[in-house]
């Protein structure tokens, strides 16, 4: 089967692999060639795959997306992906870079949140 990772401006990997294993929002799971059809949000992680020329796996470190896996072709769509390197730095790279990433958006989100929460009451006053 073929896997496909992009992220907004380019291809980080287009490849004929014979596995690949991913975590879910709901846990771990593993697709294979004849897998059916299947859709899942993918929060950041590592997803390890194995190359059908190659006798051992390789991982790739990626943040939050979605992958689908329709026909023969597994499709991640994410904002970064990280490959090439050793597996303690992409553990790294997940912990640090895009958990953390998470963790400021949600502080802006809140913050934002209260703005908009402030804005809609003064108006409210001003009726």
Do not use: W
Not at 87 to 114: I, K, N, P, Q, Y
């Amino acid at each position: 089967m073929k896997l496909r990772v992009l992220v907004p401006d380019e291809v980080v990997l287009d490849a004929e692999v014979v596995s690949l294993m991913a975590e879910g929002e709901d846990g771990h799971f593993g697709i294979k060639p004849r897998h059916i059809d299947f859709v899942s949000a993918l929060p950041p992680g590592l997803l390890f795959f194995t190359r059908k020329d190659a006798a051992e796996g390789e991982y790739l470190a990626v943040d939050r997306g979605i992958l689908v896996k329709q026909a023969e072709t597994v499709t991640v769509s994410t904002r970064r992906a990280v490959g090439g390197v050793p597996l303690e730095e992409l553990l790294t790279t997940v912990t640090e870079r895009f958990v953390e990433l998470d963790d400021r958006e949600r502080a802006v989100r809140s913050a934002v949140a209260r703005l908009e929460a402030g804005f809609l009451r003064r108006v409210m006053d001003l009726k």
